[in-house]
């Protein structure tokens, strides 16, 4: 009978022994991508057991239902580390880079405006919706009382990039055919906090506008108003 070298046997235990404690579960897990994100906002996450990975790029575009969040949530930290104002116009989103603006559009009457997205969720109800707005955001897009709306969202890629160079952040490459803002001596981030400022003396103007028409000419007037909230709240006019 042939016996091994004592070696080769004390491999071979060790060998086995090494695959006994690994046990086959250890093949299913899901893995995790270790680095390469720009910022700590970028690492991937869990919540509810549930893993999310934000993806690098600013290329999205998806329809879905969206929410409002205000006082449980108002003057804590958002995922970016800034302080939460439900009467600013902000949104969270799960996976879009941190800082991005998107354009969201009520499907339900129309309205648009471009938002920035600085903050994680929503994580509840996640198979059918998509974005998270402020209380403010949720009144100008018209779905305040309602508490939700079918909406339309679209990352811009340009608007992100000057965005994420506003808040001192490595921003990711641009599409193919998008080219940079040229901004000059207005940045992204000062026209932003302008617009929330003006925000309630531009809107009763509109609203006084508005109601200057006949009856006859009420809906041209109120489609008008409804087209001047992306210039008027909008971070990019």
């Given amino acids: ?28 897990r899901t893995r995790i991508p270790t680095g390469g994100w720009h910022h700590a906002t970028e690492r991937p996450y869990r919540d509810r057991g ?17 929410t409002w969040y205000g006082p449980e949530c108002h003057g804590h930290p958002t995922a970016m580390g800034v302080c ?36 994680r969720g929503p994580f509840l109800d996640v198979r059918r919706r998509i974005i998270d707005i402020s209380r403010q955001g949720a009144q100008l897009l018209g779905y305040y009382h309602k508490g939700k709306a079918h909406v339309r969202v ?35 981030r000062a026209k932003y906090k302008q617009a929330i400022q003006q925000r309630s003396d531009k809107a009763r103007i509109t609203h006084q506008h508005a109601s200057s ?13 409804s087209r001047s909230l992306d210039a008027v709240y909008g971070i990019i006019p």
């Fill in 50 to 66: 549930t893993l999310y990975i934000p993806q690098q790029h600013y290329v999205y575009a998806a329809e879905g239902v969206a």
């Fill in 1 to 28: 009978m042939r016996y091994l070298p004592f070696s080769q046997q004390v491999y071979l235990i060790l060998c086995a022994f090494v695959s006994a404690c690994a046990g086959p579960s250890s093949y299913h």
């Fill in 84 to 119: 939460f104002n439900m009467n600013a116009v902000s949104a969270a989103h799960r996976t879009l880079p941190l800082p991005c603006v998107v354009r969201v559009t009520n499907l339900e009457n129309g309205r648009k405006m471009r938002i920035l997205v600085n903050d």
């Fill in 154 to 188: 679209e990352c811009l890629p340009a608007e992100s990039y000057q965005m994420a160079l506003a808040y001192k952040r490595k921003p990711y490459a641009l599409p193919r055919g998008v080219r940079k803002l040229s901004l000059q001596s207005r940045p992204i």
């Fill in 213 to 225: 028409y006949s009856s006859n000419n009420q809906k041209n007037a109120q489609k008008k108003a």
